[in-house]
């Protein structure tokens, strides 16, 4: 600013001095100027809450900039100013303040919280965005405990999809700051020569040029070659889902494209075409390195779109249950080898293995969830526990049967291109996993069995054996490592001591129930006293004791019928009635209450088919026939009874 011009007095009062500014527009002019585009900012402001306007006003503070002649954004001058502005296109490269009008209506003061929404850009706007998503707004609708009318599952589908928009955010950020950043020439010398042949011809005659445009071309050889071995490793210790494939692709495309948009600066052009112009070994190793980085972008965006068809099943592995993962499990097979079938890149025997050990992955971690999501293992109800576990079982077999029935219809519909993978990688965890599950099956099934003990406290000696229970379970509970955990070799050692305690356990119960049976004093309470071990006992071995005791008691029960016959054959004329009751009835009573006496612990042994087939049985059989038509006698006492034409038959049972 130069001061100039004279102070001018017209009779009024004294005037200021004029100043003027370099551009000759004087501090008068500029007021005008200001004082129009204020008018056209409030115009715009109050169109905007009027609703007639774009709905989104942003104010930049930052030091202005236009675009050159190549197309780079360079500043104009050193200050930052603060401005509106309202078109689309331009480039904010310091703060930013944003107010976005949510009801296209307009805005009202009485409603202004939910009408308008406002927010700070500072430096990068994805790392913007991506604070405000996933560490702001996810937060706070996770721990949204309302929903009003929405539907639960609605809600569940609503944060999965916000969940993944952070992710998505946070993988994109991550690319741009961890992407290869190409060394840039010095400033003087992009200034110094334009993009015309002549001028990289110049510049390559100039030796100090030439030489740092090399050092700059081979430093970028140097970070492309390790871009393009980067593999798609997995950190150790980690079991990434598919989930982290397609971010994976997503990462790597975003990698080259950064590169791309690189190579188009003035820069960057400027290197390479002086280098080109000198024939240098780093412009013939850069033009080698420039085919295979087309193919790794080419594949990279291949892998993406390819990839991105899977999401839904993704998702159905990330967010659903183990029978859900069932029951969608042949249209993620389906879905797999079709694009197996049609990709360019991605349908190769190496790139199928690392998806389906990501699968493999994601399963196991699904089953883990569901198997602690009612809670701890052993506070859980031990038969919905041991149905999870079962379920997970069965999705590791099916899982292995799809994979086994697809390999052999893309082998038989196209032997030019079968599906080929290393099976050992993919299917090893989850086998191993499902051993493990199948282990912790039987030894909760054996806890359950052994705790339904604690309800039939009423017989006598249990108690004993259910304190060594008891002892044998918490010496399981008391290990400090994960049930789950299937790489913990130490509980393969500890499940086999389990098995030998509860073994031990067996013996002692064997012998509780070989001394109950012992001395059989009547046979309907040894038949009770069996039903109820039956009913409590349920493991292999213990039935077998179990059952073999049926053929001890029947024998006893031979005992009875011989006792009953001779009673019958001792009484049969002069039946032993009670007091004053008449002979016919008292004859009645006392030939049913010998008939009951074998007719119903009979009923309950033939429930034991494997019992009334041996051979040993038909002997009683015959004798509990012949007790029974023995005792029709009391049909003939009886001219006039009503059951005589039935005892002709032979089927009398005594009334």
Known sequence: ISPGGTSINHGFRSAAPIHHFQDGRSLRDRGVCCGKKLIVEKQHINAFFEGSAPGALRWSYQVPEEKNKDGAWVQK?????????????????????????????????KTLETDLAVGEIQGSALETIKALVADLYLPILQEQSSWGKMPVDHAKEFLAGAGKMANILAEAASCLQGGVGLKK?????????????????????????????????????????????????????????????????????????????????RECRLVLGVTGMMHSPASKR?????????????????????????????????????????????????????????????GTPQRMTTLFCKITNQMIRSCKKAILEPGKIWDQQKGKLIANMQVCVKLCEAYKQ?????????????????????????????????????????????IHQFSSLEQHTHIAGLEG??????????????????????TRNQFDRDYLEFNVNVHDLEISLQAFINNSFENITSTDH??????????????????????????????????????????YEAYKHKPPVPRNAPPIAGNIMWSRQLLRRIEEPMQR???????????????????????????????????????????????????
């Open 286 to 346: 850069w033009k080698g390195l420039e085919l295979k980085l087309s193919d790794a972008a080419n594949e990279a965006k291949d892998n993406v779109r390819y990839l991105g068809t899977l999401d839904k099943s993704f998702e159905v592995l990330r967010e659903g249950g183990p029978q859900q993962i069932l029951d969608s499990l042949h249209s993620l097979m389906q879905a797999v080898m079709t694009l197996y079938k049609i990709a360019r890149y991605y």
């Open 402 to 446: 799809q994979y086994i029935f697809m390999r052999d219809t893309m082998k038989a519909e196209t032997p030019e291109k079968p599906f080929e993978m290393d099976e050992r990688a993919v299917f090893l965890k989850f086998e191993l996993f499902a051993k493990r599950l199948n282990k912790l099956i039987e030894m909760f099934t054996t």
């Open 605 to 655: 042994f033939a429930q034991n088919k494997m019992l009334m087939n041996m051979k040993e049985s038909k002997k009683v059989i015959k004798m509990y026939n012949r007790v029974c038509s023995n005792s029709c006698y009391v049909c003939n006492l009886l001219n006039d009874w009503p059951c005589t034409e039935y005892c002709r038959g032979g089927q009398c049972t005594l009334g």
């Open 185 to 265: 020439p010095d400033e003087r010398h992009v200034s110094q020569y334009d993009l015309r042949p002549g001028a990289f011809t110049q510049a390559a005659n100039e030796p100090e040029v030439a030489h740092h445009m090399e050092e700059c071309l081979t430093d970028w050889c140097s970070k492309v070659e390790q871009l393009l071995i980067q593999a798609n490793a997995i950190p150790p210790g980690e079991e990434p889902g598919p989930d982290t494939e397609i971010e994976y692709w997503r990462g790597h495309m975003a990698r080259f494209n950064s590169l791309s948009e690189q190579l188009k600066s």
């Open 77 to 109: 001058g050193t200050k930052p100013v603060l401005a509106l502005s309202h078109q689309q296109g331009e480039h904010v490269s310091g703060k930013c303040l944003f107010f976005v009008r949510v009801n296209p209506k307009g805005v009202n003061e």
């Open 526 to 567: 040894a038949l009770s006293l069996l039903a109820q071990f039956h009913a409590i006992l349920q493991r292999g071995a213990l039935k077998q004791e179990l059952d073999s005791k049926y053929q001890v008691i029947f024998q006893h029960y031979a005992h009875d019928l011989e006792a009953v016959q001779a009673q």
């Open 465 to 486: 054996v259910l304190k060594s229970f008891h002892g044998i379970v918490d010496d399981v509970k008391r290990k400090p490592y994960d049930l789950l955990d299937y």
